[in-house]
């Protein structure tokens, strides 16, 4: 396909007589929809197609690749899509906080005091469910051929995601939460085994004089879920396919039992007793270090159990984009709504791509919904919608009819 | 699933209102929201905006001035937007969304082509910002990474977009349309939305949902379509009807203040 553009007057002189030779000059659509977005968009758009030869309701194709993490044991999870020519490697890795709730007992206080004020206020309840969930910590990198510092759209797209995982509730706070096992060694047989203190083992204990909890240290342990995304071939916005990427990878994490061995165990907690005992005496050095080199958590990469997920809200992104055009035929299928002007419609496009469609379709629409548990039709709620307007008009209908596509769109990525 | 119940929210007719009584109702419509104009003397326009003790703002405008070769464009004018935080003096990711969502907005709402080849400054400064006060407040329990996160950058944002209409209007800007935008808190969801005021002589009850032009929204949380739509074309444009004449209220005090009429004819 090619665009002609009469550019050039070629003069030659030959005496007085000037003659003019006006050329068509021929660009490729790559070339013009550089220079001339509009243009080519509006000549694609007469012929009821988009410039990446797809229909207007018709979406980018999709493809999921959820590759073991044989190959790299610091991954928890690692997905691949290719999402048109578009390439997303997501990979989930953890990160373990400690948080030392016994050693400041007013940060204890004050969080059960902030739970009583927030419980008992309805007015807050947004936020104080909120605090019960844990968001993601996402790092973008786009492929552009150079290294340097992450450039803003790295950095607005990672922000966003962790401004929606946090609030649409995806993660609870529980289902991070580290269950510390110990390591025994039995002293006679040399036999390694580790306890983890849920009700089970405890019944399984057969000396049930012993708690547990008294040989692990008193401070909770946390995963942190960190995401790192690498996007090869950009082709368009990025937003659905990351937030689709991450949820596959998500529903694939499985957690790694961590334990801590009986002598560490030991020794952490003796020493724990003498410091707090003995507050005021200078503490020894080595002994801070012992603790700290000696209390290694250990991570069981054969022992895992998979991230429970909020799976009440799970949906998948779309984005829509809205561009006004001459009216075509009366009998043309993608008529949808009639605007104000006789010779005008806005027409709705799935899943922009290309620069000239970027670059023309001000007003956009992305909206997640959520994913019925059962088959049934009657769910119509939301996790994120935002609507950009400025250029066409977007009116309740196209809204409307956007909505049911993503809904559609959803509910095909979710069985994929 | 809880639903907003409009009935309590409900705003009365503008119309019937005493016009005493209208700062009033939009002070505690607006959660305490109060604003000023021309308030920095050494730049084109300037505005503060306040929403109680939860958030402080302060935006200033430079421009139209000559531009950078660099982001000079050769036919409209340059938008140089910065959003500064009150604790941090690097720029932080928050900051960059926020930037990225005015933008959009403001370039389709300052008629660019009236200033080719110039440079518009708009900066914004927090001097109380929800997010940050979140990290620092004592009472907030540990390991809670900003729980109201979300909540905050959107309430950041609607101040963010109110001032910058306020000291565009100060700087005497040339604009397409007058733009403001609200929030509506619901019990699972929170929604921004910025309409577009372009006829105002649309202000009456027989408004049509075709009338109403949404230049941006955003909403995070659980919600069902129909609060969605009820929000977005029903509640949130009376709100934002009442905060356009709010801000009507301060055009007039500021055109009084601007232009000298005489009696000479």
Redesign the interface.
């Known amino acids: 396909m090619s665009a002609a553009k009469i550019d050039s007057a070629q003069v030659n002189n030959q005496g007085d007589d000037e003659v003019f030779e006006l050329k068509p000059m021929n660009f490729n659509p790559y070339v013009l929809q550089r220079i001339a977005p509009d243009l080519l968009l509006k000549k694609y758009l007469d012929l009821n197609i988009r410039p990446s030869l797809r229909s207007f309701n018709e979406f980018k194709s999709i493809q999921i690749n959820d590759s073991n993490l044989q190959d790299n044991q610091n991954l928890l999870a690692k997905t691949t899509v290719k999402n048109g020519n578009t390439i997303v490697i997501c990979g989930i890795f953890a990160k373990i906080t400690e948080q030392s709730l016994t050693s400041d007992s007013s940060i204890l206080e004050s969080s059960q005091l902030y739970n009583e004020i927030y419980e008992n206020d309805p007015s807050n309840q947004n936020q104080n469910t909120n605090s019960e969930f844990m968001p993601i910590y996402p790092i973008i990198e786009i492929a552009r051929g150079r290294f340097g510092a992450p450039t803003d759209e790295e950095m607005i797209l990672a922000k966003k995601l962790y401004n929606l995982i946090l609030n649409s509730r995806l993660i609870p706070k529980s289902s991070l939460k580290i269950n510390l096992g110990i390591k025994f060694t039995d002293p006679i047989t040399n036999k390694e085994t580790t306890y983890y203190s849920n009700a089970d083992d405890e019944k399984n204990l057969e000396n049930k004089e012993f708690n547990l909890n008294d040989f692990k240290p008193k401070n909770n342990f946390n995963f942190n879920l960190h995401a790192t995304f690498k996007i090869f071939n950009r082709e368009g916005p990025l937003f659905d396919i990351i937030y689709s990427t991450l949820l596959k990878t998500l529903q694939n994490v499985h957690l790694p039992n961590v334990y801590i061995d009986e002598q560490n165990a030991y020794l952490s907690n003796i020493l724990n007793n003498s410091a707090h005992s003995n507050i005021n005496t200078s503490r020894n050095k080595n002994k801070n270090n012992l603790i700290e080199d000696d209390l290694s958590l250990i991570c069981d990469d054969s022992n895992t159990y998979p991230l429970i997920l909020n799976q009440s809200i799970i949906g998948f992104s779309s984005t829509f984009g809205f561009i006004d055009r001459i009216k075509s035929e009366p009998h043309n299928e993608n008529n949808i709504s009639p605007n104000d002007n006789d010779d005008k419609e806005t027409v709705l496009l799935c899943d922009i791509e290309g620069e000239a469609e970027e670059t023309e379709c001000y007003s956009r629409v992305n909206i997640i919904p959520i994913n019925n548990q059962n088959d049934s039709d009657d769910n119509d709620e939301f996790t994120y919608f935002s609507i950009t307007g400025g250029g066409s008009k977007i009116t309740k209908q196209l809204l409307r009819k956007a909505v049911w596509l993503s809904k559609q769109r959803s509910k095909y990525l979710q069985s994929l | ?1 809880p639903t907003l119940d409009l009935e309590d929210l409900s705003i009365p007719d503008i119309h019937n209102l005493p016009p005493d009584a209208l700062p009033a109702l939009s002070s505690s419509l607006f959660d305490g929201l109060k604003f000023d104009t021309s308030i920095i003397s050494h730049c084109d326009g300037s505005s503060s905006l306040t929403i109680s003790d939860n958030l402080k703002l302060i935006c200033s405008i430079n421009g139209p001035i000559e531009s950078s070769l660099k982001l000079e464009l050769p036919d409209k004018l340059a938008l140089d937007i910065s959003v500064n935080s009150s604790l941090s003096t690097t720029n932080n ?2 900051n ?2 926020i930037e ?1 969502n005015l933008r ?2 403001l ?3 300052i008629n660019l082509s009236m200033y080719p080849k110039q440079l518009l400054v708009i900066n914004f400064q927090f001097l109380v910002s929800p997010s940050e006060n979140s990290l620092f407040q ?14 905050s ?1 959107l309430l950041e944002l609607m101040a963010c977009i109110n001032a910058a209409y306020l000291a565009l209007l100060d700087a005497n800007i040339s604009l397409t349309s007058s733009f403001n935008s609200v929030i509506i ?1 619901n ?2 969801s ?1 929604h921004l939305i910025c309409y ?1 005021h372009n006829h105002l002589h649309t202000i009456n009850n027989s408004t049509t ?2 009338d109403i ?14 609060t ?2 009820n929000i ?2 029903n509640f949130g444009y009376k709100k934002s009807l009442l905060l356009n004449f709010h801000f009507a209220s301060l055009y007039k005090s500021i055109i009084k203040q601007k232009f000298i009429y005489t009696d000479n004819k």
């Open positions: 699933m990711s928050n960059q969304l990225n959009k907005l370039i389709r709402k004592k009472n907030s329990p540990p390991n809670t990474p900003s729980s109201s996160s979300s909540s950058y808190n019990n699972s929170n577009d949902d075709h032009i949404i230049l941006y929204s955003e909403s995070l949380g659980r919600f069902s379509q129909s969605l739509f977005l074309f």
